[in-house]
C-alpha cells in the first residue's frame, strides 16, 4: 500500500490487488491492520490505534480505499457512502470494444452468496437490486479496450458483473467470463479517482491513484477511443 492523502480525520491508500481490505477466512493481513501499524509506527502511539473502513475493494482490484481515523469521521463517512455523496471513478481493461463508446448501464443484480457472485438481468426480480453505472471508452491499445466507469451505485461485484453482461469482461476476471486469469491473481480494475466534501473540515477532496505498474496499462492511447 501507499499512503496518498492524510490528515487527523482521514487516510487514503493505494492498495495492490493482492491485499484484502478487511479480514475473511483466508487469515491473511487485511489491509486496515497493515493501515493501524503504519499509524503506530509514524506517530509512536501506544496502545490501539482506531481505523474505520468505510467501504471496501474485492480483494484483486487495486487502487484507492478510504478510511477513517477518528470515530466522527467514520459514521459522517458512512453516511456518505450511503447517500452517494463519494464520487468513485474506475479503471478497466476489457478485451472487447463495448457497444457503444459511451452509455449507462442499468441492471438488476442478485447475489450468490455460495458462489460469491452477482447475476444482472434487465428486469426487477425477487430480492435483485438496481445498479447503475456510466461508462466511457477513453484508450486504445493493441489488444485491449480502457473504460472509465463511474458508480452510480455500490453493488456487490457491481462493475465487473454489469460490463461482462454488456459483452466485456475485465481481463483477468475469470470469475465473470474472462477466458484467462492474470499471473498476479489480480483483475485488471483499478479504483482511480475518488472526490468527496471532507466529513468534517468541509473541503474538497480530489484524490487520484497512480496507475499499477507494467505494460499493459500503460500501453493504451487516449487519442483515439
Not at 35 to 60: C, S
Request: positive net charge; hydrophobic residues 35%.
Amino acid at each position: 500500500m501507499t499512503v496518498l492523502y492524510e490528515d487527523n480525520h482521514l487516510i487514503i491508500v493505494n492498495k495492490t490487488a493482492s491485499e484484502i481490505v478487511q479480514g475473511d477466512k483466508t487469515g491473511d493481513t487485511p489491509l486496515s491492520e497493515t493501515v493501524k501499524q503504519y499509524l503506530k509506527e509514524k506517530y509512536a502511539k501506544p496502545g490501539n490505534v482506531f481505523i474505520g473502513v468505510t467501504h471496501r475493494l474485492d480483494r484483486p482490484v487495486s487502487g484507492l480505499v478510504v478510511f477513517a481515523k477518528t470515530s466522527k469521521a467514520l459514521s459522517r463517512l458512512n453516511d456518505m457512502f450511503r447517500n452517494g455523496e463519494v464520487k468513485k471513478t474506475y479503471w478497466a481493461v476489457v478485451k472487447n470494444r463495448p457497444p457503444q463508446a459511451e452509455g449507462e448501464l442499468v441492471h438488476y443484480l442478485v447475489r450468490n452468496e455460495k458462489q460469491n457472485k452477482s447475476y444482472a438481468s434487465d428486469t426487477e426480480r425477487p430480492s435483485s437490486k438496481r445498479a447503475v453505472l456510466h461508462y466511457r471508452l477513453i484508450g486504445v491499445s493493441q489488444n485491449y479496450f480502457l473504460l472509465e466507469v463511474d458508480l452510480k451505485t455500490g453493488r456487490h461485484h457491481q462493475i465487473r458483473c454489469q460490463l461482462a453482461k454488456m459483452g466485456c469482461p475485465i481481463k483477468g476476471d475469470l470469475k465473470y467470463g474472462f477466458p484467462r486469469s492474470n499471473p498476479d491473481g489480480s483483475i485488471c480494475l483499478h479504483a482511480r479517482r475518488v472526490r468527496f466534501i471532507h466529513p468534517v473540515s468541509k473541503l474538497p477532496i480530489d484524490v487520484v491513484a497512480p496507475l499499477p505498474p507494467g505494460n499493459l496499462w500503460n500501453g493504451f492511447d487516449f487519442s483515439v477511443p
